[in-house]
Structure formats: C-alpha cells, structure tokens
C-alpha cells in the first residue's frame, strides 16, 4: 500500500480526528521544506509573512480560499464599495494606518451613511422623537426615555469598569463571567429591555456571551477612537496589497487539514494532499475552523479545550443597490433598527441625499435562523422585510450580496465571543505557543479590537519566532 493511501485509510478510519483526537504518524519528508508557514492569509498571516519576509526568512502562506483576506471583503457594486467584513478603522488603530501610508492607500471617510434613524418595534415604524411616548414603548421608567438602540450600551455603562482592558481575566472580575442576561437580571434589567437588548446583540445571544467579555468589548471600544475611516476603494485593497508585497509565498486554494508538532518540524497536510514541512509555523484561522484541522497531541489541554469551545458571534447581511432608473429622489434615506429579522439597515446616498444602497446587518438568533435555510430563502425574507418597512423600494432594489459569516467552512462566525466561565479559562490560553506553533488573529491579542488586534498578533507571533530561529 502507497503511503498516500494508509493516510487516507486512516482518515477514514477516524485516527484523523479534530483538535481534541490523535493524529497518525508523521509522512515521509518531502521537498517542501520552508522556514516558517503561515496558515491563513487574512490579515494576521499576511502581517506574519510580511515581517518575516522582511527579515530573511522563507516564508509559506497556506490559504483555503480562493482569495485573500479572510475576514475583510469589499463588495465592490454599482459603484459602492460596500463592506461585507471588517469596515471601521479606527483612528487609535495605530498599525494599521502606518502599514496603508506604507503601502500608499488612502484612508477616507466611511461612506454617506444616512444619518437619520427610525425604529421598528412590533411591527410599527417609529420615528426616534415619537418613541419616548408610543405606545409600542413597553419599557419601565427612566428606560422609557431610552432609544432601543442605546439600552444595552447604557445598561453595560452602569456596570463596573476595567482599568485596563487587560484586567478581564483577572481573578478580582471572575464573578463577572457569568452569562450577561444573568448579569442584567441581576442589575433589574426589565423583561422588554432584555427583549429588545436581544434583537441585536452583537453575539449568538445575551445567555451565551459574558458579562465579563461584554465589558471588556466596551472598555476596548474606546481606545479604537473616534472618527472611524477605511481604505478609499474599500479595505479588500489593503489585504491584497499586504499579499502582493509577499510575492509568490501566498498560495490560496489550500486547505490545511493536518499540522503535526513535531520534535525538528512542523509538518503540515493540505486536502489537495500536498506536504508542506517548516522550522515554525503561525496558525491564523479562526479556532471555529481550526477544529476541522488534525493537530497531534502534542498541545496543552488548555489549549486544546479552547479550540473545541470556542464560539462565534453569528452575523448576516443582505445588500441592496437602489435601482438609480427608478426616481429615488422620493425614497427615504434612513437607517432602521429593527428587532424583527431585517435587523439593522444602512442606507447610503449619493450627494444629493437619495438612497443608493442598504445593507441589512442581522445578528444573534436571527441570524442563526436565517443561517438555517437556503441562502435564496434567507434572502426572500430579508427582501420582504425591507419592502414591508420602505414599501416605496418595492420593485427597485437589486441583491447584489448575501454574506452569512457562520455559513463560511473557514469563519464560522464574525469573531470570537467569549461564553460564561471561559475568560478565566481560555483567554489566559488563546495565544500561547505550542511547541513550534505559534498562534495569531483576532481571537489572540486583546489590547487593540477587531482588524488592529489580527495585525498587532501577527507582529507579536512573527517576533516570537524571529527570537527564537
Ligand atoms: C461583519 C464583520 C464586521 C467587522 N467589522 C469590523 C470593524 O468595523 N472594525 C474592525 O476593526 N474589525 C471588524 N471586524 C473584524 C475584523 O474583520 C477581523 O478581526 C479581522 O479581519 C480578522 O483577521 P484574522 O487574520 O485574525 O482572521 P481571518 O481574516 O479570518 O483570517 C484567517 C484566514 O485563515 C483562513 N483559513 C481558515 N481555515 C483554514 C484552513 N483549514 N487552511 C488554510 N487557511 C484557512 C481563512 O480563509 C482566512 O483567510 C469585522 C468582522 C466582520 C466579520
């Protein structure tokens, strides 16, 4: 029997098993000898390889796509350069910017959002001055006077404050890493608040995520910075500029299957069935998709733990162009926060204010729901939706995107959410090099948010190797 067929009986024979199985034997060496690989070409690995290119070394860039930059994807439409992914650059977002400067992509404004906002609660659009007094406000005494929009953000305010973002996970906040609904409860949070706070949490639901986590994502928010910008022509452009300044070392359509810790390599099996062997190598993917990946045993229970728990935030969009045959003139630009399954809508204008484009952003259970059916059912909902709410867009929208992040083979989900117990117990753990793994992106670095903390991770996990070949 060939080498290549034991594997593949192995494989089927279930020895290949997920982050918290056994991995067979190693494979014979091949010639695909490099220093470091990099698994993922999102914004952490193409940070990697960029430095480690820098530096001398020789540098592999795995991706199971077809296309670079993970997590960041411009929808370039009618002329929009929507944002299916990551959109805010903040202005605290200190690498980021100096990489675009070096890279020679302007940062621009984001975009003409409408600046207006109107509610649907219960079915009834609500303008943002009649909802104090309509009768569709169930709300309870000084909340009444709340936008459904700034409750969760006011109820989070109202809680404790970390000095630093980075005291989360210390043991004095441990009775904080409990389930936020079950924080809000006991903060008296009303049953309507809870209702609405649900429609749109930025997480699976307020049962799943921490109180500590949520806490944590706020005090963050403000280093970030105001007066958020993004690349003019759309962030797609930064991801593929990093990836063209690492040449030829970024392969996509490669499918990471299997990496073996070795005791002189690393060794690593893409689905294609090509062999890649390296002195170190950085794991980028998300935990969602690295626990479809075979790592042998030698990674910490700790570790391996929180691959196997690691949950994601759920998030869907549709996007519309507004047909510019039509008269829009008349159509009202707004934004909608809705706490029914169109979610929230973003509704862009052209410079004389009429609408051009909307994106429904649907997330937690909704979500989930409309993650369940075919992508052209969800889409028909969400459609339906937004014709109930703007009936004069009937007939002159276009979808020219569906995006369901937890729908995605190598996201499944938008970021990484921490559940109830699991700051004390898996944050400690996220970044911690195993033996010759290294490990970046988003879900590892927790001083900086979002596409800041996958390029801060990729130089920390790139330096930890420089130190150590
Ligand atoms: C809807 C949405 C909105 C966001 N908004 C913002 C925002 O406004 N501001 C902000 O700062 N951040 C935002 N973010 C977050 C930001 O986009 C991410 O933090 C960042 O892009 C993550 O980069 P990364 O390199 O860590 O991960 P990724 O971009 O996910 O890169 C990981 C790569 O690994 C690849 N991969 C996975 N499995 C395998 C495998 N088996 N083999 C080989 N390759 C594999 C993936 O295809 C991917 O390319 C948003 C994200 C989403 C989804």
Not at 222 to 248: E, L
Request: charged content about 20%; glycine content about 8%; proline content about 3%.
């Amino acid at each position: 029997m060939h080498r290549r067929q034991i594997i593949k009986g192995l494989a089927a024979s279930s020895l290949f098993v997920g982050a918290g199985g056994i991995v067979a034997p190693l494979w014979a060496a091949n010639d695909n000898n490099v220093d470091i690989i990099v698994i993922g070409a999102g914004l952490a690995g193409l940070t990697s390889a960029r430095y480690l290119k820098e530096q001398g070394y020789k540098v592999l860039v795995l991706e199971a796509r077809e296309r670079v930059g993970g997590r960041i994807r411009t929808v370039n439409s009618h002329g929009i350069n929507a944002e299916a992914g990551g959109l805010q650059i903040g202005q605290g977002y200190g690498m980021m910017r100096t990489y675009a400067q070096q890279l020679g992509l302007p940062l621009v404004s984001l975009g003409n959002y409408a600046k207006q906002n109107t509610f649907v609660i219960n079915g009834q659009r609500i303008s943002a001055a009649e909802w104090p007094t309509h009768p569709q406000n169930k709300l309870l005494g000084d909340d009444k006077k709340t936008l459904p929009s700034s409750l969760y953000y006011k109820a989070l305010g109202q809680g404790p404050k970390y000095a630093l973002p980075s005291d989360w996970t210390s043991a004095k906040y441990a009775p904080l890493d409990i389930s936020l609904k079950e924080y809000f409860q006991q903060q008296n949070i009303s049953v309507e608040a809870l209702r609405l706070m649900e429609a749109n949490v930025n997480a699976s639901s307020l049962q799943e995520l921490s109180a500590a986590d949520a806490l944590y994502r706020l005090s963050l928010a403000k280093i970030g910075g105001r007066g958020a910008q993004k690349i003019q022509g759309g962030n797609s452009r930064f991801t593929q500029a990093m990836a063209d300044s690492v040449g030829d070392a970024v392969h996509t359509n490669k499918v990471v299957s299997h990496i073996i810790n070795a005791a002189k390599t690393v060794r690593v099996r893409c689905e294609d069935g090509s062999e890649y062997s390296a002195k170190r190598c950085i794991i980028t993917t998300p935990f969602s998709a690295l626990k479809e990946v075979a790592l042998n045993s030698d990674i910490s229970v700790q570790k391996r733990r929180a691959i196997k728990e690691a949950v994601y935030t759920p998030v869907t969009q549709v996007h519309f162009a507004v047909n510019q045959q039509a008269d829009v003139s008349m159509l009202e630009a707004t934004n909608l926060w809705t706490d029914n399954t169109l979610g929230r809508v973003f509704s862009q204008v052209d410079q004389s204010g009429s609408l051009t484009y909307l994106t429904s952003w649907v997330n937690g259970q909704q979500a989930k729901a409309l993650d369940k059916l075919p992508a052209n059912q969800a889409i028909s909902i969400v459609n339906n939706a937004l014709e109930t709410y703007y009936p004069g867009l009937k007939g002159k929208t276009e979808v020219v995107h569906h995006q369901s992040w937890a729908n995605e083979r190598f996201s499944k989900g938008a970021y990484i959410q921490f559940s109830p117990g699991q700051v004390q117990t898996h944050v400690p753990h996220m970044a911690s090099v195993e033996g010759k793994l290294h490990f970046a992106g988003e879900h590892t670095e927790f001083m900086y948010s979002g596409m800041e903390s996958a390029i801060i991770s990729g130089l920390r996990a790139a330096q930890e190797i420089s130190e150590r070949l």
